[in-house]
């Protein structure tokens, strides 16, 4: 699976991980597939329930209004970011426990400026190769 993703939308994820601090930011990525390319379009930020600083939990009516936004646009929740406070952009073992929509895009950034992006197929999490494009 690759991923195009525009670079304003890379800054953004970015930021959000650097303005959360300590905490574990996190949102929805709303895009189309097309074949073995996923195209992101738009961030859909959300609040993080976890009360524990190393976990996120989307707010469900946050995953709701993503939904409703992406169908509204034509479009899909195709993944999630969040980032990891610990500097490590590699999905933890709490995330692949969360994990469940088969080919969902998972994206993690760190406050340092790291951004990976994996896939969940057939139980774990693969790497993705990303690229960004201008729009
Ligand atoms: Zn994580």
């Given at each position: 699976m690759k991923l195009r993703l525009?670079?304003?939308?890379?800054?953004?994820?970015?930021?959000?991980?650097?303005?959360?601090?300590?905490?574990?930011?996190?949102?929805?990525i709303?895009g189309s597939l097309d074949g073995e390319t996923a195209v992101a379009?738009?961030?859909?930020?959300?609040?993080?329930?976890?009360?524990?600083?190393?976990?996120?939990?989307?707010?469900?009516?946050?995953?709701?209004?993503?939904?409703?936004?992406?169908?509204?646009?034509?479009?899909a929740?195709i993944g999630?970011?969040?980032?990891?406070?610990?500097?490590?952009?590699?999905?933890?073992?709490?995330?692949?426990?969360?994990?469940?929509?088969?080919n969902f895009l998972?994206?993690?950034?760190?406050?340092?400026?790291?951004?990976?992006a994996?896939v969940?197929?057939?139980?774990?999490?693969?790497?993705a190769?990303w690229?960004?494009?201008?729009?």
């Amino acid at each position: 699976m690759k991923l195009r993703l525009p670079q304003a939308l890379a800054v953004k994820i970015l930021a959000e991980a650097r303005a959360a601090g300590g905490r574990e930011c996190c949102g929805l990525i709303l895009g189309s597939l097309d074949g073995e390319t996923a195209v992101a379009a738009a961030l859909h930020p959300a609040r993080n329930l976890a009360p524990a600083s190393d976990r996120f939990e989307i707010a469900p009516e946050d995953h709701f209004s993503a939904l409703r936004a992406a169908r509204g646009s034509g479009q899909a929740v195709i993944g999630c970011y969040h980032s990891h406070p610990n500097g490590v952009a590699r999905p933890s073992a709490h995330d692949l426990e969360g994990a469940g929509e088969e080919n969902f895009l998972w994206l993690i950034a760190t406050p340092g400026g790291e951004l990976a992006a994996f896939v969940y197929r057939g139980g774990s999490m693969l790497g993705a190769d990303w690229v960004t494009s201008s729009s």
